[in-house]
């Protein structure tokens, strides 16, 4: 797993050699409240080790020169337009209920740290 984590650093970091600044979701309390999920979302979550990819994302990008910033969690549930809490409309997918404005949650997530972020 380990090395599994350190892979997917080293491959992260190779991606935003051209970035100053890499923001990364905060995931500190992630698996707080993890019991009201499905046993196998619940299993894949523990065995992931998410913070170890975050410790090898912030290692390789300290090792070239790189800034990594923390940025508060729960990304996925907001919309970036609207700026305030939507609900899922599925699992993986959210319209939000004040714009109209629907996309994948991970895009949505990653638009949010972004902007977040900055």
Known sequence: MEDSARKAGEWVVGKLMDVSVIFLEDLINMVKGVKKFLREFRDGLYLMQYRRVQYWVEWEAGKHGLKVVYVAHL?????????????????????????GYDKDRDVVAVMDLYGKGL
Do not use: I, L
């Open 75 to 99: 990304f996925s549930t907001q919309c970036p337009k609207y700026v305030s809490k939507t609900e899922g409309v599925a699992h993986r997918y959210f319209r939000c209920v004040n714009c």
